[in-house]
């Protein structure tokens, strides 16, 4: 999965109705650059500047009742950053 | 998701039938270079310039109504380019 | 999908059974340098030089008729470079 | 698959009930820089510092008994680092 | 699909069960730098030295029996190292 922080909503009113019900917010990974930089489903509610876990492709079906064409999802919010070598 | 900017068109007379009736858009990512551009499937009717989400690998076929052999599909396009930090 | 060249021809006598019939291909990404070359399956006959689409991972099961480990595949012979801006 | 090493644990308290049960480690593949991090799912109980085969996308569906959005599974510990030429 | 080199073999004896059986071999990609080595499943019985075709991603279930969490596979040892443009 890829550890990310929350820095944007993005607002779609032309979009897919299989889309309609969760929220896209912008998630820039904490390792790599803006390039990759992803929109992410949510349905926990994670807020501008928590850092969160995005699992990606089709796992993204794992995480949500009824199929959509979502390729990263927002599956945990993390309790603090974590300390490597810990 | 990937967010992007319709930037061209690609016309493929000699294709697969299973891709028959999607036009087919060339997007290049806002964030990354043009290492990045790619070709993504339409049924929403994005224009030129106008920046959209796109979702890729197997949940793209879950934007449409048969299975067809399109990696990159355009399932939304959005309102106005995402304020970081709101 | 990926826009990219056909630049070669790959002969592998000894590969999987499921592999036999599929011409293979090595398609140079149109944006990317070298390091995003890859080898593509190939039933439309697109010729050294001819610029092709790709899809790929699982979707490219949708181009088959029976399932074969082939992630990457050629879906369409594009009829001329794309003009960007139109 | 990808080579890597444990390098630290994420803790999510708030996370995807499907996701309960699965130690949460984060992962530094040894080919490619920090921009390669990635948190993978555990049940095999790599401690920080071992080295492990970590696998992604859908394959991970593979190496658990239920369904769960998780896009890197952790499915060996490797003995010793590979002698490259042998 | 990606063209490489076996360059080395990975010994897993705490790995997942449905593993066993598949030789995992260390892959240079002929494209793209040491970042992109990767592990991969065989069964073709490729040798250090050779050149090989893989798959990656969920296609890779298409070439074993069983299935198993294993996102790369050797599908093809190559004949020779292919001649651009021809």
């Known amino acids: ?19 309609v019900g969760y929220k896209l917010l912008m998630v820039q990974p904490l390792y790599g650059g803006e390039e990759r930089m992803l929109v992410a489903g949510d349905t926990i509610g994670a807020g501008i500047g928590e850092m969160v876990l995005v699992t990606t492709d089709e796992t993204t079906q794992h995480a949500i009742e009824r199929k959509a064409p979502i390729d990263a999802f927002i599956v945990g919010i993390v309790d603090s950053p974590p300390i490597l070598g810990k």
Do not use: F
């Not at 999965?1 to 299989?18: A, E, F, P, Y």
């Open 1 to 19: 999965m890829i550890l990310g922080t929350v820095v944007g909503t993005v607002v779609s009113t032309r979009k897919m109705q299989s889309l």
